[in-house]
């Protein structure tokens, strides 16, 4: 190859890296706000039960069941909600989610009984469904196989930040807002909290262009070149189009497998690491906000390692399977140090930081043997398998906490589980993963 060849080539290759910049930067920091939003929304139900469980006179097993009974509403419309997002393009769909479910979790403000607090949760699941998938799917539309682990994990930061950023929020609010107006600060928390989603879903219509194509911010060469890359990828995917193809594929059910063990260890942290740290001997909601955020740092470092140097590498499996150890590992742990606040804040952080960090990587790997029809419901089946851990988490974790005060029990079986999903990984085939 001769010199100007060469240098041509690291032309095209620069020109390319700063086309994927600019996506970068047009579509990444919205939907990671969107994201941090989601979670933020879905998960600050765990301080609000601080103060709501004695407004509502609810035990510990009613509380982990209404909050469980939102992925009931959420895997019910998971892959419905997908395939309208893939007919009606993600700028609409989006914003239909955002603003309803932003309704939905400030309407939360007016339970007065258990039964209240059980519907509400399972339209919020309802009305939040597809979002997680819905961008997954987006995301494989802009960007090849070998670009989606850093990509996914860029997005996905708005996960750890949703704790980072709304647990010291959530704290305050509860500390500061009680009585203010005639209302309990938990009503405050779901007032303030719901109307960042509500502003996000409207600005949806400005920020995001359904394709490529209509990209207004991109030039009609900078559009050739990522319809190159990105059909060369799809020539690389050997995988089916179809629905059958992505709801009959055992790939796909064995990835819900492997996340289902995820988010019941994720939903144990998000949903219940202030109840651990307040048990631990801590009093005040603005410290335990300020703690539950170190381990959602420590996510965050750990998503984007993990993610670039899965990318670097091109290898998927074992970027999951050594975080799975090292995670159940001190999932395991932690149960013998459940009056210590420094052991139980230090063993949930490296949790968070290998479990949580290997999410981007897990979620670029179903666009590796899907595409089209097929992509968009196995990136939903997968989801909505793996929702099914918000449930069995969060009324587990309240039957074992009201039975035996400890999460001891609760807390082995989601270790046992990142275990087992480790086999389920190293079966995936590393050929077609390893992208």
């Not at 993990?306 to 995670?327: L, M, N, Q």
């Not at 930081?353 to 089946?381: D, E, M, R, Y």
Request: proline share 4%; net charge neutral; with cysteine.
């Amino acid at each position: 190859m001769s010199v100007s060849d060469t240098a041509s080539m690291d032309l095209t290759r620069d020109k390319t890296s700063d086309t994927y910049r600019k996506i970068i930067w047009k579509l990444i920091p919205f939907l990671c706000l969107c994201y941090l939003a989601a979670y933020l929304d879905r998960i600050n139900v765990g301080f609000a039960k601080l103060q709501m469980l004695d407004t509502l006179h609810m035990s510990d097993t009613a509380y982990g069941l209404g909050a469980g009974l939102f992925f009931v509403g959420y895997i019910l419309f998971e892959v419905p909600s997908n395939l309208v997002l893939e007919k009606v393009g993600a700028r609409l769909w989006i914003a239909r989610i955002l603003i309803s479910w932003g309704l939905l979790s400030g309407l939360t403000l007016f339970v007065t009984s258990t039964w209240q607090f059980y519907t509400l949760r399972f339209l919020l699941g309802a009305a939040e469904a597809g979002f997680l998938p819905g961008v997954l799917f987006y995301l494989s539309q802009w960007f090849p196989s070998y670009r989606r682990s850093r990509i996914i994990a860029l997005f996905m930061i708005g996960l750890p930040l949703s704790s980072l950023l709304g647990s010291p929020l959530s704290g305050w609010i509860m500390g500061n807002f009680n009585g203010v107006g005639g209302m309990a600060s938990w009503q405050w928390l779901f007032l303030l909290e719901s109307l960042p989603t509500i502003i996000l879903g409207v600005l949806c219509f400005k920020m995001l262009p359904n394709s490529i194509a209509q990209a207004q911010w991109l030039s009609q060469e900078e559009k050739l070149e990522l319809s190159r890359a990105l059909d060369q990828d799809e020539l690389e995917n050997h995988g089916g189009h179809s629905f059958r193809d992505g709801f009959f594929n055992l790939k796909v059910w064995m990835l819900g497998g492997i996340d289902f063990s995820i988010l019941l260890s994720a939903y144990a942290m998000g949903f219940w690491l202030p109840t651990f740290i307040k048990t631990a001997g801590v009093a005040n909601p603005a410290d335990i906000g300020l703690l539950v955020a170190i381990p959602s740092l420590a996510g965050l470092v750990g998503m984007l390692a993990i993610g670039a140097s899965s990318d670097k590498h091109r290898e998927r499996r074992w970027h999951i399977i050594v975080p799975f150890i090292i995670g159940a590992a001190s999932m395991f742990l932690s149960t013998f140090f459940t009056h210590n606040v420094a052991a139980t804040v230090a063993l949930f952080s490296l949790a968070s930081l290998t479990i949580i960090g290997a999410v981007p990587v897990f979620f670029s790997l179903p666009a590796t043997f899907l595409k089209g029809t097929a992509a968009a419901t196995g990136f939903a089946l997968a989801c909505s398998v793996a929702n099914i851990a918000g449930l069995v988490s969060n009324s587990l974790m309240g039957v074992v906490m009201d039975h035996f005060h400890s999460p001891q029990i609760a807390m082995w079986i989601f270790a046992a589980c990142l275990l087992l999903s480790s086999l389920l990984v190293v079966a995936l085939p590393a050929k077609t993963v390893n992208r």
